[in-house]
């Protein structure tokens, strides 16, 4: 029994979109990748749709080339250097700076990450014993806040 292709009327021309993944060209200051996007493709104008997860893997892909032609860290190579460094995406952007969920950000490629935090991570990534001078001042810092936060409630 054949199984049953799945479409979806096109919102450009009305035509039939299926599911499927199709080469694209990515372009960012006269640098070109081709990624693997998949979407639904419209079969008669080629239009394609993305959902919420294709639209990262495309997200994802324009960051990697943006770092590259900026000279900063991907995506990748900042979630491989915080993986090596021990930290979750969480510790990482409290004790390197840049909130909570920076780091979520960088690694999904919602934002490409700043020239002095590259420079930190490459640092960090070559000395990564310098990671427990930057922790030790975080919970330094973290205590005398506390600290003032419970003298001012006085």
């Given at each position: ?26 372009r ?47 995506p ?22 840049g ?34 001078l ?21």
């Open positions: 029994m054949r199984k049953k292709i799945e479409s979806r009327p096109c919102a450009a021309c009305g035509g039939t979109t299926i599911r499927e993944i199709r080469k694209r060209p990515i960012y200051g006269g640098e070109a990748m081709t990624i693997d996007q998949p979407a639904w493709w419209c079969q008669d104008c080629g239009e394609g749709m993305l959902d919420s997860k294709d639209a990262a893997i495309a997200d994802r892909a324009f960051a990697t080339l943006k770092a590259r032609k900026e000279g900063v860290l991907t990748v190579d900042i979630e491989n250097i915080r993986k090596r460094l021990g930290l979750s995406q969480r510790q990482a952007g409290t004790i390197l700076g909130g909570a969920r920076s780091f979520q950000r960088y690694e999904a490629g919602a934002v490409v990450v700043s020239k002095p935090m590259s420079n930190l991570l490459r640092l960090l990534d070559h000395q990564p014993d310098l990671l427990t930057l922790s030790a001042r975080k919970v330094h810092q973290t205590e005398i806040a506390a600290r003032r936060r419970v003298h001012r409630s006085r």
